[in-house]
């Protein structure tokens, strides 16, 4: 089963940027769809991103992340990654990726279909 650690958290100043990363272990995550997902303290998780098997076109957003985030993924190296850019203080919390056991496009952010959670990264944005 594929297992998931995600990386690049860290502390960053409102507007500033970060660069996420989703390696896999245990085997590809080359047919399916993957998502970044956050949880802000005191909040239920919430998706952020979602990009599909073949990369390219077949990506979505949520709206608080359209135009500042942009996902990403090379097969080759098991990995998804999360550009974050103009950071808010209101994108703070832990964010998480795993990946869609049943669709290869990205469909929903339901989380009972995704699966291999990580421990997640913390991502801090304030002054």
């Known amino acids: 089963q594929v297992q998931l650690v995600e990386s690049g958290g860290g502390l960053v100043q409102p507007g500033g940027s970060l660069r996420l990363s989703c390696v896999a272990s245990?085997?590809?995550?080359?047919?399916?769809?993957v998502a970044w997902f956050r949880q802000a303290p005191g909040k239920e998780r919430e998706g952020v991103a979602c990009?599909?098997?073949?990369?390219?076109?077949?990506?979505s957003y949520r709206d608080f992340a359209k135009g500042r985030f942009t996902i990403s993924r090379d097969n080759a190296k098991k990995t998804i990654y999360l550009q974050m850019t103009s950071l808010k203080p209101e994108d703070t919390g832990v964010y998480y990726c795993?990946?869609?056991?049943?669709?290869?496009?990205?469909?929903?952010?339901?989380?009972?279909?995704?699966?291999?959670w990580g421990q997640g990264t913390q991502v801090t944005v304030s002054s």
């Open positions: 795993a990946e869609d056991r049943v669709w290869s496009d990205c469909v929903d952010f339901n989380e009972g279909r995704y699966t291999g």
């Open positions: 245990g085997g590809a995550l080359d047919y399916d769809a």
């Open positions: 990009i599909g098997s073949s990369g390219g076109d077949s990506h």
